[in-house]
């Protein structure tokens, strides 16, 4: 007899109604009844609560029970929708499921996801473990598996599929539509149809469309573009991300060195490198060494090493400011003034240099901003610093006279402030162009770099400054 109180329900629709309920409380409710039926052994129930549900939303769900009951509500679901749910998994949990799997049941699971994310999950693996899986594997699948592995990391031949529709220029459109009828299941994408010769080379694509809407009699060769757009297995991942955005594509063609088709990349992998892309360049631009892991999920020790790098080597970087002080003790001791103004120029200097670095490297990535714009890049930083930094001294003269703290050093500050914004503005702007050129992540010029190197280069200038006014004023 079952419990009517474990009826299932769609919380996620019953909860919809009310606009106000976070969707994180939906999950945690879904979470909660579908424990409770797993707990009085209402399977089919907790079936029927799960395959109501959206792929990522059964995925959160489930990732956020512990133990037995995790193991439990994963293996509740269709084997249709098994692998497509396990492949929305973190690769920690991906780990955590294959451990508790029979052999049949993680064969079952890695036959059938799409090579590419399959790959992913490997690569995050201790390699004992792949050995281990990739022995469940088919011949077939252990092949294609060991080839995506050969290939370098972060190029187009690790995150290809090879799971696409291929077809001879000869066949006829209705030749055509039978194959990719008979293939279209066990391929990622049938949009987009690639032509290849007797050699394997490519020679173009034809989009679904086009076939659907020709003559059955027509041949492939008359609808088909020529010369895609094409990238090869060693192009690096972010050069393919670019391709697939800069030409609107769905997927695009991957050739090896001899121009013979072996996969694709479609535009869903291209988000996820996108996204790895963007969390790297964000940790190096805040100073932190790059983890896949996010922050509640990285080891204690893992993240205290993370972030305590860079701030070390800075440490050390800024503490020759104290040397810079020394150095100047005795242009202090008659100019006491001048230091009422450190903490201010110091700071100025590295907010611009900071945004104007962030600036500069957004606009790399993007592709905005090139080597060939390198001159102009120089001439409007230098302009818009200078015009920055005689507004800026424009305001801190201001503040001098209204509240007449520094009056005596005031043109000192002034002057150094404009030399300074100028300079950090330059700068900010220069330097990951200086780094990308030899050929390291113009991320790494970060703004606790850029704001301590700002630091110890300002207070310089503003002491030289000091020292050729004051001396001219003596």
Do not use: C
């Not at 001879?168 to 039978?178: G, N």
């Not at 190197?453 to 001219?472: N, S």
């Amino acid at each position: 007899m079952q419990n009517n109180d474990l009826e299932p329900k769609d919380p996620l629709k019953d909860e919809g109604t009310q606009p106000d309920l976070a969707y994180d409380r939906v999950i945690e409710s879904t979470r909660e009844i579908l424990a409770e039926l797993i707990d009085h052994g209402q399977l089919k129930l907790a079936r029927t609560l799960l395959i109501k549900l959206e792929p990522k939303d059964i995925a959160l769900v489930i990732s956020r029970m512990t133990g037995t009951e995790k193991i439990l509500a994963f293996r509740v679901l269709p084997q249709d929708k098994a692998v497509e749910i396990f492949e929305y998994f973190e690769a920690p949990e991906q780990e955590e499921f294959l451990g508790n799997f029979t052999n049949q049941e993680a064969k079952q699971i890695l036959e059938n996801m799409h090579p590419d994310d399959r790959t992913d999950l490997f690569e995050e693996l201790p390699s004992i473990v792949v050995r281990r899986l990739l022995k469940l594997l088919s011949n077939e699948e252990r092949k294609i598996a060991n080839q995506l592995l050969n290939f370098k990391e972060d190029t187009a031949g690790r995150i290809m599929t090879p799971e696409y529709v291929d077809l001879e220029r000869d066949l006829t459109v209705a030749q055509a539509l039978r194959i990719i009828k008979k293939e279209a299941p066990d391929k990622e994408t049938i949009y987009t149809n690639y032509i290849v010769d007797a050699s394997g080379i490519l020679v173009g694509v034809v989009p679904l469309k086009n076939i659907i809407l020709a003559s059955s009699d027509t041949l492939i060769s008359e609808i088909m573009i020529d010369n895609p757009t094409k990238v090869t297995t060693e192009t690096p991942q972010e050069e393919v991300a670019k391709v697939i955005k800069n030409y609107d594509l769905l997927a695009v063609p991957v050739v090896d060195l001899n121009g013979r088709m072996v996969g694709i990349v479609t535009v869903d992998d291209v988000i996820d490198v996108l996204e790895e892309e963007n969390t790297e360049d964000f940790q190096l631009i805040a100073g932190i060494q790059p983890t896949d892991e996010g922050y509640l999920k990285s080891g204690f020790i893992r993240l205290i090493f993370n972030r305590s790098l860079w701030l070390v080597i800075l440490l050390f970087v800024a503490s020759v400011t104290q040397d810079v002080i020394k150095a100047y003790s005795d242009l202090l001791s008659n100019h006491i003034a001048l230091s009422f103004f450190f903490t201010l120029l110091v700071g100025v200097g590295g907010n611009i240099g900071s945004q104007s670095s962030i600036l500069v490297i957004r606009g790399l990535a993007t592709g905005e901003i090139t080597k060939k714009d390198t001159l102009r890049l120089l001439f409007r930083s230098l302009t818009v610093g200078a015009t920055m930094g005689v507004i800026l001294a424009g305001f801190v003269l201001l503040r001098i006279f209204i509240f007449g703290t520094g009056t005596d050093v005031k043109w000192v500050v002034a002057v150094a402030l404009a030399a300074l914004t100028t300079l950090a503005n330059f700068l900010g702007a220069m330097l990951p162009l200086v780094i990308k050129k030899i050929g390291i992540d113009p991320a790494l010029v970060s703004s606790p770099l850029i704001t301590t190197l700002i630091d110890v280069g300002g207070l310089v200038l503003y002491f030289e400054i000091a020292r050729m006014f004051l001396g001219m004023i003596g």
